[in-house]
């Protein structure tokens, strides 16, 4: 990987992670309307629902679809916990809440390793099952300016385990896939959309849950310059 020239990360869950919960922004929403109900709750409906719901989701993907799809999954969730006078628009500030700093932490060492991959002269992209919240998100958190190619599900019509979403923000980075490294937290989507796309993966596993067999980091200190990401990749460090 002497040639390595672009690192593509996952988002959420890799870089970017939901805090505290859940059942925590859908709580807040809701009690902006007067209505009261517990994030332990919520959290233990909709990771049940989502779990059903990930399973069936359309191929089509775009704005619309995405939007339909988690308004199904919002009041699912709620269901016979609250009534709601007015779903549409309770479930619109519940969308719009999601991309707002405040629900939202980085990934520890990120900032750090994002401006040294740079220094080091690395083209850095992102890679996303996710949609156009993410863009405020990278603003909020002033960090947009380290990226260079940002590659949204809802905005190319692809998901990871597709290739092709991976090729694409090679593509846009212009380097060849080969080139390049994809750092994901999914074994089921990154890992494969990586592989098949011919770059190398690595999985962001913090918690230690992913097999030892796999090439994996607990934090992103551990690829924090261009010359520890390849020790990783290469299996050295």
Not at 6 to 26: K, N, Q
Not at 96 to 104: P, T
Request: a negative charge; aromatic letters at 10%.
């Amino acid at each position: 990987m002497k040639n390595l020239k672009a690192v593509l990360l996952d988002a959420e869950g890799t870089f970017i992670h939901i805090h505290p919960s859940v059942g925590d922004v859908y709580a807040y929403v809701l009690s902006q309307y007067g209505l009261q109900c517990s994030p332990d709750k919520i959290n233990k409906a909709f990771f049940t629902i989502w779990n059903r719901a990930k399973t069936k989701r359309k191929k089509e993907i775009s704005r619309d679809t995405n939007y339909l799809f988690w308004k199904e999954i919002f009041l699912e969730t709620i269901a016979g916990s609250v009534e709601l006078q007015d779903p549409e628009t309770i479930f619109k500030d519940c969308y719009q809440e999601f991309s707002k700093k405040r629900w939202w932490k980085l990934a520890e060492g990120i900032v750090e390793t994002l401006k040294k991959w740079k220094s080091d002269g690395l083209l850095i992209g992102i890679v996303s099952n996710w949609d156009e919240r993410l863009f405020d998100l990278l603003d909020e958190f002033d960090i947009k300016e380290y990226f260079d190619t940002v590659t949204i599900s809802t905005e190319v019509g692809l998901e990871k385990p597709d290739p092709k979403i991976v090729e694409l923000a090679c593509s846009n980075l212009g380097v060849a896939p080969s080139q390049a490294v994809m750092i994901g937290d999914s074994l089921e989507l990154d890992h494969p959309a990586a592989l098949a796309a011919g770059c190398s993966s690595i999985l962001y596993d913090p918690r230690g849950n992913i097999p030892n067999n796999y090439c994996r980091i607990k934090d992103f200190n551990a690829v924090g310059d261009k010359e520890k990401l390849i020790k990783v990749i290469s299996g050295t460090s």
